[in-house]
């Protein structure tokens, strides 16, 4: 299933050289991720019968080949609460260059995680798991481990966390649910060696835990440029 569906999602994204979220989102399904409801919209219409389908507030994303990092160009609002502001935020997008369409997709709250994958020419696929949010980029708080992992692999990355305490329920607040994020890395380790050979790199950013579960909020997958050679 994931080879058919990856081969067709494949062939028609090596013309810009890495998976639109909705496909990359929709690979992550396909491989037992929880992601959140989402719909790439292509009509302000198709963006407001969703948002009523799952309820205010939604998040939306813009949905373009040459947008690989969304910061850049404001292309994430989160909390809309009305078709109007939806609306905007449609028109607003649709002025950049090759969209696609916009993405749709319920609010997602949890305890932010990022994990991601690099193909290190040297060891093979690698995992990263670390705490997501603005910590990743101050803190750098990283476990790596060479995939495939094994179950005891994920607790020993957990272990290696300074932001562990936040997992396990600081000050009286609820556990992340530590089986679900075991699934998830589980998953997450088969897909990548599924696919080692034609990506450069996958990250999942934010990954959001919660007592109940891990949903992947935000995915994007790097494919490997076939001009390069190590």
Not at 47 to 74: L, N, Q
């Amino acid at each position: 299933m994931i080879d058919e569906n990856f081969g067709d999602i494949l062939s028609k994204s090596k013309a810009w050289g890495w998976i639109l979220e909705p496909d990359a989102k929709q690979l992550m399904h396909t491989a037992g991720l929880t992601i959140p409801r989402f719909l790439c919209a292509k009509t302000t219409e198709e963006a407001c019968d969703f948002a009523h389908t799952i309820g205010y507030p939604v998040v939306a994303k813009i949905v373009s080949p040459t947008v690989m990092h969304k910061s850049d160009v404001h292309g994430v609002e989160v909390g809309i609460d009305t078709d109007e502001k939806l609306m905007k935020a449609f028109d607003r997008f649709s002025t950049i260059e090759q969209f696609h369409g916009m993405l749709v997709e319920e609010m997602i709250h949890g305890i932010e995680l990022i994990i991601g994958a690099t193909i290190d020419y040297q060891f093979g696929p690698m995992i990263l798991m670390g705490m997501g949010g603005t910590g990743v980029e101050i803190y750098g708080d990283v476990s790596l481990r060479m995939a495939p992992l094994v179950e005891n692999d994920v607790e020993s990355m957990v272990q290696g966390l300074k932001g562990r305490p936040l997992l396990e329920g600081y000050r009286g607040a609820d556990s992340i649910n530590f089986g679900e994020l075991t699934r998830l890395l589980m998953c997450f380790s088969d897909l990548v060696m599924k696919l080692e050979v034609s990506i450069d790199s996958i990250d999942l950013n934010p990954v959001f835990c919660t007592s109940d579960s891990c949903t992947v909020a935000d995915a994007r997958i790097v494919l490997k440029n076939p001009d390069s050679h190590h």
